[in-house]
């Protein structure tokens, strides 16, 4: 199985601030984990991430008949981008959207999540932990097309 894992804005950022809410791992070391863990299945994982909303439109148009599964973390853009939301739509590569933070213990503008429509499911809150949930997701085969 092929993942396509995505990261949106400031995620790059990871370990660097904010390790109360985001942990202290960095965002190399969360690729290399996701990498680590995708071999260790029989499975390869590519991690992208950009602060730009059309860079990540582009990379889930790219996804199609290149990858199985994308892992999304779309950042702030969660909260707002139909631009993404329709992204996902238009692909028919299924999608787990994952927050390493329990976005519905913070502000109230993390409540809403309008990428989330667009995939099958969420995953919040379990930290980087989230990101092998849901590639475990699929590895065990329960993928199916929104
Ligand atoms: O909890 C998550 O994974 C979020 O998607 C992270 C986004 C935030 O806008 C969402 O509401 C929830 C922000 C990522 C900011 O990442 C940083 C990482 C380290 C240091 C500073 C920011």
Not at 47 to 73: K, M, P, R, T
Not at 75 to 82: I, K
Not at 118 to 139: H, N, R, T
């Amino acid at each position: 199985m092929k993942f396509l894992i995505l990261n949106g804005p400031n995620l790059n950022l990871l370990g660097q601030r904010e390790p109360g809410i985001y942990g202290e791992d960095s965002y190399e070391a969360l690729c290399r984990r996701l990498q680590d863990f995708a071999a260790g299945r029989g499975a390869t994982a590519e991690c992208f991430q950009s602060n730009h909303e059309g860079a990540l439109v582009d990379a889930i148009h790219g996804a199609q008949g290149v990858y199985d599964a994308i892992v999304i973390n779309p950042g702030a853009f969660t909260h707002y981008s139909y631009a993404i939301l329709d992204a996902l739509k238009s692909v028919g590569v299924p999608a787990v959207e994952v927050h390493i933070s329990n976005i519905h213990q913070r502000e109230e503008f993390r409540h809403k999540s309008v990428t989330a429509a667009a995939c099958v499911g969420q995953i919040c809150g379990l930290g980087l932990f989230g990101y092998e949930a849901a590639m475990s997701y699929f590895l065990e085969g329960k993928a199916h097309v929104c």
